[in-house]
């Protein structure tokens, strides 16, 4: 996906219902309060050597850059959201709300602003060494 296809699918996310159960069609799950999409996915690299793995990170990291600038464009400074202590609190057997719940396996900070009541929320993460990078868009209502 290019740059104007990912503004277009956060625009379409922001403005759609959210379902009363969780489901998920595509790259999108749904649920009540949010919406994620995987606006990204590499390859996973179980055989990858480090350089590879590197040169993947610098490719969505550049991506997420970009993608921040335009969004802040639209809506000024994100503020930057750390879901440590979501992730900390997941493994303690702890409850955490979606989509913070799944988020915060494998992306450990998001840029994220308010807009028309919701949030919004973009990052990239990858769960373990062997696993993809995502660079993903999450909107939900509430409070992060």
């Not at 949010?34 to 590197?54: C, K, Q, T």
């Not at 915060?104 to 993809?132: D, N, S, T």
């Given at each position: ?11 379409r ?58 969004l802040?464009?639209r ?45 919004i ?24």
């Amino acid at each position: 996906m290019t740059l104007d296809e990912h503004l277009t699918l956060i625009d379409r996310l922001r403005l759609r219902e959210f379902p009363a159960v969780p489901g998920r069609s595509g790259m999108v799950e749904s649920g009540p309060g949010y919406h994620i999409a995987g606006l990204r996915v590499s390859e996973e690299f179980w055989d990858a050597d480090a350089v590879e793995v590197a040169e993947a990170e610098e490719e969505f990291t550049a991506e997420l850059t970009a993608l921040v600038h335009a969004l802040s464009l639209r809506w000024g400074a994100p503020e930057t959201v750390d879901l440590t202590a979501q992730l900390e609190r997941s493994a303690q057997g702890l409850s955490v709300r979606p989509p913070l719940d799944a988020l915060c396996g494998y992306v450990p900070r998001m840029h994220g602003w308010r807009v028309q009541g919701r949030w919004i929320g973009v990052g990239v993460g990858q769960g373990a060494r062997e696993l993809p990078f995502q660079l993903v868009a999450a909107i939900g209502e509430g409070v992060v």
